[in-house]
């Protein structure tokens, strides 16, 4: 018997899509892709083709080098990047078509000057901070960038970013809203950007032009579950296969540090996936016992989660047919990111951020 016992990341393209209809039909403004960290785990070239086949023009990213990956994938593709380092930078922003998202007086400064020195107009981003305190020009800068406007340089987004758009009950929200209101009269004739995934959910006051979804692309509840109705679905499932079944005797432990010690023989099977894979080793920590998905039931982890494996208990009767080689969904369209999540004490973006980089990334792409 040939089983393949390696785990691996399942990426729907085409529910990706889907999503990213579903954003555009929510959003006032248009919608511009936030594909930062390798598009948040689940691959970015791939990702970005297959939004920019759903139409998609515009893309964020963190890091410079990350925006040269978008531009390979599409020469005429709107780039941002949010977090560049402008004099270390500037060579391949500039040519790469990359528009920097700038943070600060200095790095405004330092745009300008260089593009005084090549004769050229660049067009950047403006990023404001509205009260999440991060990046972003504070209001005394950004009047002097209002009085003193770069001739070299053309602000083509305005942009600011939401701390609390996760809670629509925040009223954090309509403070940073209305922050973001007063930098905008300042340049009103500027596109304008707040949203986040959290931001689109909220009133249509939040979109302004452009929103900036992440999250809910990659199919998950920007609001936890506290939505009336899940209006993205799961793209990314993490998956692997049964490699061994045996029968554990009552009395013997499981995992390091046997921290179950069996009260019964108990019939075990090991799955190839461990920390090293992005299961979090606290799952196997926990006081509840978590869940896994394999074939069709759920069957509960035993014990501690090791770098490469982990172990579920297949002595319930629902899973007695569970057999050498069966499916098993550590996360997916079966078991919500934002269950798993939630039961380790983190966010849906660290679950899919932390998928290991030895896990393979397999696309699906259903034409949905
Ligand atoms: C990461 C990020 C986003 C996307 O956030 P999601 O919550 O994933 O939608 C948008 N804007 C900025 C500035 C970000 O850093």
Known sequence: MTTKITPRLEVDLGALRANYRVLCHQSQGGVGAVVKADAYG????????????????????????????????????????????????????????????????????????????????????????????????????????????????????????????????????EKQKAKFLRFRSLMPDVKASLANSGGVFLDPSFHF??????????????????????????VARLVSEVAQIKTAVRGEGVGYGTTVILEQDTRIGVVMGGYADGINRLLGESSGPYNFFVAGSRAPLLGRVSMDSCTLDLSDQSLSKVSLGDVVEFFGPNLPIEDLAKHVGTIPYEVLTQVGQRVARCYVSDAR
């Open 42 to 173: 689940l691959g970015l070239t791939p990702v970005v083709d297959a939004l920019w086949d759903a139409g998609c023009r515009t893309f964020f990213v963190a890091f410079t080098r990350e925006g040269v990956l978008v531009r390979k994938s599409c020469p005429e593709a709107e780039v941002y990047v949010l977090a560049p380092s402008v004099e270390a930078d500037i060579k391949d922003l500039v040519q790469h078509r990359l528009k920097p998202c700038l943070y600060s007086l200095d790095s405004y400064h330092f745009m300008s000057q260089w593009c005084a020195q090549q004769q050229s107009v660049c067009p950047v981003s403006l990023h404001v901070d509205t009260g999440i305190n991060r990046l972003g020009f504070t209001d005394q800068e950004f009047q002097q960038v209002v009085e003193q406007p770069s001739p070299d340089l053309t602000v083509d987004l305005l942009m600011s970013h939401l701390a609390c758009a996760d809670d629509p009950a925040s009223s954090y929200n």
């Open 209 to 234: 032009d452009l929103v900036r979804p992440g999250l809910a692309l990659f199919g998950c509840d920007p609001h936890y579950s506290r939505l009336a109705s899940p209006r993205v679905r799961p």
